[in-house]
């Protein structure tokens, strides 16, 4: 049997502050003929995600930090090419950890199998994947509820334009902040919240006391920094706070002091709530039901920024870090 040939992306060099290209290498491999149990999988899409910066640095964070010259790790939608399991036929669809590469060797445990019903496949990156869910655990992990005024920063990325739907979908009044006026205007027009602002054009606490006069019951936080500042200010008694990510941190070289009304948590008897999705992941079952029901009937939109070419996946990824998406980035690899 011969050989198959796959590109995949290596981290050479640790960042220091935001990533550049030259931290990262296109290398080719030969993978084994498939043993006993394997599965061959060509990836169609890959996912680039904040979270991964952390795993760029020689510290482990909640995960184990990558290996320099070693493949990256991430998400990935691809289909079965050849199959030594029972479980799996060539023409399946499934999704993996073993992003950043063509193509890949594993196991029935390192697969999940999902349905060609909904298009584009991608999908299983965004609104159906691990942002969708990691939204969807958010919404749940604090008990939002219809009425209940939220505001979500970062509000136009991939977790955070699907947590504002599915919260509008409760019967929410949603607000949400980002970083342009592009986004704003999806925010409003196709992901259906009542207010969104640009936190360029003015302090973030000034906008949000504006947009919400009488407080915020909930805050779904992707940002940190003075994005949780303003959320603190503006929550009124018994508010909750979804822990979400802290991207406005992930590249700084020393973490930045907490925030100077962190006392609110105390005078406001708030609770504050951190979550990482892969706890959940015996809950996927109930998530993919419900929100593809969603999805399926078109209350639930998936916006995609798509980059083509393994070639430009490190490329992909450092554009997160100035709003380069609007939605999910994903990687089409061709």
């Avoid at 399991?85 to 890949?104: C, L, M, Q």
């Avoid at 509008?168 to 607000?175: A, N, S, T």
């Avoid at 009488?214 to 003075?226: M, T």
């Amino acid at each position: 049997m011969s050989k198959t040939t796959s590109r995949e992306i290596r981290l050479v060099s640790r960042p220091h502050g935001v990533p550049t290209v030259t931290n990262f290498a296109l290398a080719r491999t030969e993978l084994e003929p498939l043993q006993t149990q394997q599965v061959l999988v060509r990836n169609l899409f890959m996912s680039v995600d904040p979270y991964m910066r952390g795993r760029m640095n020689d510290r482990k964070s909640y995960v184990a930090p990558f290996e320099l010259g070693k493949p990256l790790e991430g998400g990935a939608v691809g289909e079965v090419v050849e199959s030594r399991s029972e479980e799996f036929k060539p023409g399946d669809a499934v999704t993996s950890n073993f992003g950043w590469r063509e193509y890949f060797i594993g196991t029935s445990k390192d697969l999940h199998r999902v349905s060609r019903e909904f298009q584009p496949l991608s999908v299983y990156l965004g609104a159906l994947g691990m942002t969708g869910m990691t939204a969807w655990v958010g919404l749940n992990l604090v008990e939002v509820k219809a009425e209940d005024v939220v505001f979500i920063s970062g509000a136009a990325g991939a977790v955070g334009n699907v947590a504002g739907q599915l919260a509008k979908l409760r019967g929410c009044r949603v607000i949400g902040s980002a970083g342009s006026d592009e986004k704003v205007i999806f925010l409003r027009e196709e992901c259906g919240f009542d207010i969104a602002f640009n936190y360029n054009v003015g302090p973030i606490v000034e906008q949000l006391k504006v947009e919400a006069p009488d407080g915020i019951d909930v805050y779904f936080d992707n940002v940190g920094g003075e994005a949780l500042e303003a959320a603190l200010s503006t929550l009124r008694m018994h508010g909750r706070i979804i822990a979400c990510g802290g991207i406005s941190g992930y590249n700084q070289e020393k973490p930045s002091p907490g925030p100077s009304n962190l006392f609110n948590m105390t005078a406001k008897r708030l609770t504050m709530k951190g979550m990482i999705v892969r706890d959940w992941l015996d809950h996927q079952g109930i998530f993919e039901k419900e929100v593809g029901g969603y999805f399926r009937t078109g209350k639930l939109k998936n916006k995609e920024t798509v980059v083509e070419g393994i070639d430009q996946a490190a490329g992909g990824f450092i554009g997160l870090f100035s709003g380069k998406n609007v939605g999910k980035m994903v990687v089409k690899l061709t």
